[in-house]
């Protein structure tokens, strides 16, 4: 039987999931990435005044003065994308989620049992996206997962693009090479030296040809833009991730330096330990502060290996801590992105590094992982986190007090800390 697989695509989909969350957003430019200082995600209305990811926000403003650019909210885009791949499932469970804006489908044999045609299927998906979420989507349909995504990227924004057997041709002859899924500018370089330069050229070279000049992964490929579905749509969930950010906002603002970096250094935690979770470790983290008024400073901080461990990082963070905290102004929130995250497995230690420290530190976090697992998170912490738990935030304090005041409530069970943090405190 001929697989029929669509690939579902969000549009701009960081800046949608904002736009969603807030209507007044909706037709306006909208850019995240504001905690950097550039672009990490634009609306198709900033991208018509030639906004582009990556671009400094200063170069934005001069493109664009009217955009409005926010900070980027993983945990938001996280959610939003756990609903979407929801909404897949409820029409085949075979989903494959490629990324946190992509995923796959596989629909094959499911238009008996639902007794519709597998184009109103992808077409059922796209529109409970876009009705339950407020986000648009672009979908691919076609018989094989190369095919599927170039047909999402077809047309963009909000495209529904069906790819068929006999017009695939039609498809990748207008289809340069660097543009299909899977072909970098290296390989269409290479390419290019025997005359193949769009999807086309290359489908139409013999099998004979392909296996003397490429490797399996690009052998796979071929047969994937000639209608032959040789890739699997996996359904294993996503258990890693690109990025991890986290951030808190506290209440009232201070101007006190201990205070505004333990908040730092509470989430630099809670950010290490999300990784650490999922085996992942980093060597490039951006910090951040929010103003009173609104305006961001942030930093980014490259390392010389790769690290699951706050300890590795908190003291760099510390000296140049300086360079984000000004002590006349007010600050409400502070943040952290761990950016290329990479397996735990592939941390070496560099040259002047001691083996022995690594292994202790591994040791000292594993069994903090394991005391949180049994008393809950933060039972131990890093000493320069400690100001926050000794001075609360106002919203928690008077969310407490107005629990103890509600009578309808029975019993309240607050966290206990055991006051024994591991790490001298960072002093300012």
Request: charged share 20%.
């Amino acid at each position: 039987m001929q697989r029929v697989i669509a690939h579902i695509d969000g549009d701009a989909f960081f800046a949608a999931c904002e736009q969603a969350v807030h209507p007044e957003y909706r037709g306006q430019p909208v850019i995240t990435g504001q905690e950097r200082g550039i672009v990490a995600a634009a609306s198709y209305e900033a991208k018509r005044y030639g906004v582009q990811r990556g671009v400094p926000l200063w170069e934005v403003k001069k493109l664009c003065p009217h955009a409005i650019i926010v900070p980027s909210d993983y945990e938001t885009y996280s959610l939003f994308s756990q609903r979407m791949f929801e909404c897949m499932r409820r029409v085949s469970p075979i989903v494959e989620e490629y990324g946190i804006d992509e995923g796959f489908v596989d629909i094959t044999g499911l238009r008996g049992p639902t007794h519709r045609s597998y184009s109103q299927l992808a077409w059922q998906m796209k529109q409970t996206i876009q009705q339950e979420l407020g986000i648009s989507v672009s979908v691919g349909l076609s018989v094989s997962k190369v095919l599927a995504k170039l047909g999402s990227k077809w047309k963009k924004p909000n495209g529904f693009t069906v790819i068929l057997p006999q017009h695939i041709s039609t498809y990748t002859t207008a289809t340069p090479t660097e543009k299909v899924w899977g072909i970098g500018h290296n390989t269409a370089a290479y390419l290019a030296k025997f005359g193949i330069h769009t999807a086309a050229d290359f489908a139409k070279q013999s099998e004979q040809w392909v296996h003397r000049h490429t490797h399996k992964p690009f052998q796979e490929l071929w047969q994937e833009l000639n209608g032959q579905s040789v890739w699997e749509v996996h359904t294993a969930a996503k258990t890693s991730y690109q990025s991890i950010s986290k951030m808190k906002t506290f209440t009232p603002p201070s101007s006190n330096r201990s205070y505004v970096f333990a908040q730092l250094s509470k989430n630099i935690e809670n950010a290490f330990i999300k990784a650490r979770r999922y085996d992942l470790s980093t060597k490039k983290i951006v910090v951040y502060l929010k103003q009173h008024n609104f305006r961001y400073r942030s930093l980014e901080l490259v390392f010389n290996r790769l690290t699951s461990f706050p300890q590795d990082v908190l003291t760099t963070v510390e000296h140049q801590f300086h360079r984000l905290f000004q002590p006349t102004i007010l600050y409400r929130a502070t943040g952290v992105i761990l950016v290329d995250l990479r397996p735990m497995q592939q941390v070496q230690m560099n040259l002047f590094e001691s083996p022995i420290k690594l292994e202790k530190l591994e040791q000292i976090y594993a069994s903090i992982d394991a005391l949180a697992k049994r008393y809950g998170k933060h039972t131990v912490m890093h000493g320069s986190s400690l100001p926050v738990v000794q001075a609360p935030d106002q919203r928690i304090t008077e969310r407490q007090r107005a629990m103890m005041n509600n009578q309808l409530h029975q019993t309240i069970y607050q966290r206990k800390f055991l006051g024994m943090p591991i790490f001298t405190p960072i002093r300012p």
